[in-house]
């Protein structure tokens, strides 16, 4: 198998892994609410609120460190792509 094939099949783990997170973070904002109105009977909803907040800003990293590591492969992929093309000429 050639590095090309290798870099790839890593590239689309990376990748499916992103679309994934921010899939689940999409359907963890869906449940936000911009506005909370609060007396005492409802302060379970402050406390679910702040819970989804801090479960939101937790996949922030993973999201980022992914993103980058799937953009960089693949520009490193296009570079060999060019490579192997301009040197079979």
């Known amino acids: ?3 090309f094939n290798v870099l ?3 590239w689309a783990v990376l990748t499916t ?3 994934i997170l921010l899939i689940y973070r999409s359907t963890l904002t869906i449940h936000e609410d911009d506005q909370l109105f609060i007396d005492q009977a409802e ?3 402050e406390q679910e609120q702040t819970a989804l907040i801090a479960r939101i800003n937790r996949l922030q990293t ?3 460190a992914l993103a980058t590591s799937s ?3 693949a ?3 296009f570079g ?3 490579w192997n093309g301009l040197s079979q000429q």
């Open 1 to 3: 198998m050639s590095l």
């Open 8 to 10: 790839m099949i890593i």
């Open 17 to 19: 892994i992103l679309v």
């Open 43 to 45: 302060s379970h909803m």
């Open 62 to 64: 993973p999201v980022r």
């Open 71 to 73: 953009i960089a492969l």
């Open 75 to 77: 520009i490193v992929m």
């Open 80 to 82: 060999i792509w060019i």
